[in-house]
């Protein structure tokens, strides 16, 4: 075992589990890299190449869930395509103009205001904002659950 890249990789983790929050932050891909990193460290003796596919299948799962968890919150509240994308643009637009705060409010107020201009119906347009809310924490809550996955994995195959 190496423990410096032990160091580093756990570092590389808490960026990582940061990520889920932070969409700034590239979660379940700086775990894979803190993986790479100790791998490097340790010459590779543990972590074989299955392991590396294992996790490079994860991480695209987490990229997954990332990407879907919000549009499937807006459609699932009945939000309109315009909705869909007012929470896309919402969420960069967000995150730049209030920083950690525009994590949610950004999607929420682009999703009602996309809907509301596509349907001119305010009480649906606040529908499709909670949607975006509700896939943003079911999508973080999935992204948890895989990522501590990841994370338990690395540490019983460094054994």
Do not use: E, N
């Not at 990582?16 to 590779?44: E, S």
């Not at 996790?55 to 869930?65: S, Y």
Request: charged fraction near 10%.
């Amino acid at each position: 075992m190496s423990t410096p890249g032990l160091i580093i990789a756990i570092i590389f983790f808490t960026a990582g589990m940061a990520g889920i929050f932070v969409p700034v932050l590239p979660g379940a891909p700086l775990l894979l890299i803190g993986m790479l990193i100790y791998g490097f460290f340790d010459h590779f003796s543990h972590l074989t190449w299955h392991f590396y596919l294992g996790q490079v299948i994860l991480t695209g799962a987490v990229l997954g869930v990332d990407y879907l968890a919000g549009i499937w919150g807006v459609k699932r509240y009945g939000g309109s395509r315009a909705a869909v994308w007012g929470s896309l643009i919402g969420t960069c637009g967000g995150l730049l103009v209030m920083g950690p705060l525009g994590i949610l409010l950004g999607p929420f107020l682009g999703a009602v205001a996309g809907d509301w201009l596509a349907r001119r119906d305010m009480r649906q347009a606040w529908r499709a904002g909670l949607g975006t809310l509700v896939g943003f924490l079911g999508g973080a809550f999935s992204k948890l659950i895989i990522q501590t996955l990841m994370i338990i994995w690395f540490f019983s195959a460094i054994r």
